[in-house]
């Protein structure tokens, strides 16, 4: 319809020109002495609208002429765009399909595109990584390293490899660096928190687990862990004197030290050094509020002297506890192994012999076996000994 609409247009126009040039008498004179020309208005008109067509396609084509380097040379650059995006889209691809060879390659043609070098130095870091060229990762890092666009980016990616890589310390550093420019995201946290645990830093181990559950970014399963096992190895690391144990423990804020596994390595801490009222104090709290065998373990080798009333309290304890549990193996060994302390030996041997019967793990069997064997053994009784050591000898080769 537009094309039909134009040449009538043009057509009408046509016949307008034709019938104005039809009735249009004039006429017009060019004179130069002693030269004269006639000419009819209308073709004077023609010639006019000739020379105005030709000097337009005259500079036409030299503006053209003189544009031409500068479109050849955005035709390149335009071609050198598609081409590194079309690099840069192929690598990105290949990452993630797990072609990490071939990444690299792509990463490599995508560089040579400025504005693409950045991020493909850090598909090519990811690459080489990947394959174990650890040489080849640094230098793809290093060739954005005063690129200060993708400094955050760099940073975080070196983290994360780092710690892949298990160089905790070199990961710290670019920790720290980040840090310093006041980028804190939670991503950067999860990396540094397993770089310190590589490291065996556990302050700041459990600063960042504190942290990070503020923010709701731990499962609460490996937040709890973390926690045992960074006041685990606190407790190791600082059990050479008591007073430094017993710092330690306080340190520790009181909901934590509730956690059983947490109690009992301070417990067994304590034992190591011979603080048993220590190790029964922390023992009897946490198991107040949460039962657990482990600690149990811990109470019986923190037993009290002979006679004591502290070890007098501890039978009370396990007796108490023994009303809501009588069929807990552990409990009974416990108490067993304090009323042989105590040298009540009736006592002592129903115990133990309720634990045998109720036992199924090899360790309870084993020392149960053994503490008859000691006992019988203190009461001159012989064979009852000698046959209990053959039962915790068999128990031990299980």
């Not at 036409?60 to 840069?88: C, F, H, W």
């Not at 504005?115 to 850090?122: F, M, R, T, V």
């Not at 975080?156 to 670019?174: G, I, R, W, Y």
């Not at 045992?228 to 934590?256: C, M, N, Q, T």
Request: glycine share 4%.
């Amino acid at each position: 319809m537009r094309v039909f609409i134009r040449l009538l247009i043009i057509f009408a126009l046509a016949v307008g020109l034709a019938m104005g040039a039809r009735y249009n008498p004039g006429n017009v004179v060019l004179f130069y002495p002693p030269y004269r020309l006639d000419l009819s208005l209308n073709f004077f008109l023609f010639l006019a609208l000739l020379l105005f067509v030709l000097a337009y396609l005259f500079i036409r084509a030299i503006a053209t002429t003189q544009s031409m380097p500068r479109k050849v040379a955005e035709y390149r650059q335009n071609k050198r765009e598609r081409d590194g995006n079309k690099a840069l889209r192929e690598a990105l691809k290949s990452l993630f399909e797990g072609r990490f060879g071939h990444a690299e390659k792509a990463a490599l043609r995508a560089s040579e595109l400025p504005d693409n070098a950045g991020i493909a130095s850090l598909i090519g870091a990811r690459a080489a990584h990947h394959m174990s060229q650890f040489e080849r990762r640094d230098s793809w890092f290093s060739s954005i390293e005063h690129d200060p666009q993708h400094k955050t980016a760099r940073l975080v990616s070196m983290t994360e490899l780092l710690v892949d890589e298990h160089k905790s310390d070199q990961a710290l550093e670019a920790v720290k660096e980040l840090n310093a420019s006041g980028t804190r995201h939670i991503q950067v946290l999860r990396w540094a928190l397993k770089a310190n645990q590589q490291a065996k830093r556990w302050p700041e181990v459990l600063k960042l687990v504190r942290t990070l559950d503020k923010h709701r970014a731990l499962h609460p399963a490996l937040s709890n862990r973390l926690r045992e096992l960074a006041y685990e190895d606190l407790l190791k690391e600082h059990g050479h004197d008591a007073e430094s144990i017993r710092r330690v423990w306080y340190e520790i804020p009181a909901a934590d030290r509730k956690i059983p596994f947490v109690a009992y390595c301070a417990a067994s801490a304590f034992n190591s050094r011979g603080l048993h009222d220590d190790a029964r104090s922390v023992a009897e709290k946490a198991l107040s509020e949460e039962w657990d065998t482990r600690l149990l373990r811990a109470y019986r080798d923190a037993a009290a002297p002979e006679g004591s009333a502290a070890l007098l309290a501890q039978i009370e304890n396990c007796e108490q506890w023994a009303q809501n549990r009588p069929t807990d193996p552990e409990l009974a060994l416990t108490l067993g192994v304090l009323c042989f302390r105590q040298k009540l030996w009736g006592k002592a041997q129903r115990h133990m012999e309720q634990a045998l019967s109720d036992a199924m793990e090899p360790r309870t069997v084993r020392e149960a076996n053994l503490k008859l064997a000691q006992m019988h053994e203190a009461l001159g009784q012989a064979e009852e000994a000698a046959f209990h050591y053959r039962q915790c000898a068999i128990a031990t080769t299980l």
